[in-house]
């Protein structure tokens, strides 16, 4: 594909309630490649809906424009399993107390299961329990 005649920055930001960035397809593949945007969306998927939704849009277009410059359909990778984690691996990994942990299941704070009288939490719900935390 050839490459289009660059822009000037303000030709990209449009919006009447506020700025919005258009990022051309080619630009969002470019960037998912090489910004790490796969990691970006897992490691902030459900802490800012809006953000989210750029994410996946941007990884949308980035497939879009690979499908139509290689010929070849792309396809999306599925999402890891979760890793689950007991309540004391959970505090070894925030640096927390066991019982913090067990607090924060019991009163939903920390999405977990609870498997045979013991809390199972989700890697993933564990990173979103930190960001809430840090926060």
Request: overall charge positive; glycine content about 6%; charged content about 20%.
């Amino acid at each position: 594909m050839p490459e289009p005649t660059p822009r000037a920055p303000a030709a990209y930001v449009h919006g009447l309630d506020g700025p919005v960035v258009l990022v051309p397809a080619r630009i969002a593949a470019w960037l998912d490649r090489n910004a790490s945007l796969t990691q970006l969306r897992i490691d902030h998927r459900g802490t800012d809906p809006e953000l989210d939704a750029v994410l996946v849009a941007l990884r949308t277009a980035a497939l879009a424009w690979r499908t139509a410059a290689t010929g070849t359909p792309q396809r999306q990778q599925p999402a890891p399993l979760p890793s689950w984690l007991g309540t004391t691996a959970a505090a070894d990994h925030l640096g927390l107390a066991p019982r913090t942990i067990r607090l924060a299941c019991e009163t939903g704070t920390l999405p977990a299961r609870q498997i045979d009288g013991r809390w199972r939490i989700a890697l993933e719900d564990l990173q979103h329990y930190r960001a809430a935390r840090a926060a």
